[in-house]
């Protein structure tokens, strides 16, 4: 009897431990992320709450990673923080990937003037360095959660863009394209229906590695003061507040420099293990 294909791929996957221990790590954030209320010892700290008597307490059994300039537990806050990560990394990586493919399929496909069009927009775009650009338009308004989700995919969609038009490039004259437009197949059909689902195992693996990149992005912003307004739990937000206390209060900013670094590392290491199964399975 033949193992489940699902089995034997995750048999493969699993031989990379490092990109297993990736899992773990986003497993676990995950679930802080989502049980954050219920997990988190101080979960009314992810709020306004001020409580100067408790103000700048170091880690201890009462505040296990310490407490900030107001008061506020730092676990808790680095707990909710997660969540406030994923949900960005989630939104602009999508956003992102949505626009990026159909860019690249519609000018590979359509081919001509429209190629031209579409590749040299996506070029200028990929001219400017995502945090200057996303920067730039942060600039325009007032900071909040939702503009800086745009202002990162507009950052991001040009790379997803590439990757899917190259992909797409090398296969438009196979013989199942050339089949499905011989049978009749509508020109949304063969993008969507035939040469999208062969750009599928690339864009799992660089979405992955672009949730690490983007959530970095987003601390990046709001280390200089353009992500989530107070008193949203940000981890980038935390590392900024803190430096203005080092060394002496290194809690803070070491702390949710952490966070940042489990997160990244585990998006990271999943994309590795993504990247080396698909290269055994093609």
Known sequence: MQPNPKWRAWRRFAR????????????????SAVFAPFIAPYPEHAGV??????????????????????????????????????????AVVSLAISVGTIVGITAVYLGGKVEIVLMRITDVFLAIPSLVLAMAILGIARPSQMLAMIAMAVAW???????????????????????????GASRIRVMFGELLPNCAPNLLTKASLDMGFVILLGASLSFLGMGAPPPTPDLGTMVSEGSQYLPDIWWLSVTAGLAIFIVVLGFNLVADGLRDLFDIVG
Do not use: C
Request: charged letters at 15%.
């Open 49 to 90: 709450v001020v409580n100067f008597a408790d103000a700048n307490k170091p880690p201890s059994a009462q505040y296990w990673l310490g407490t900030d300039s107001v008061g506020r537990d730092v676990l808790s806050r680095i707990i909710f923080g997660f969540r406030n990560s994923l949900i960005l990394g989630l």
């Open 157 to 183: 969609w040009p790379w997803h863009a590439r990757l899917v038009y190259g992909i797409v490039r090398s296969l438009k004259h196979e013989g199942f394209v050339t089949a499905a437009e011989v049978v």
């Open 16 to 31: 990379n431990r490092l990109s297993v221990l990736g899992m773990v790590l986003i497993l676990l954030v995950i679930f």
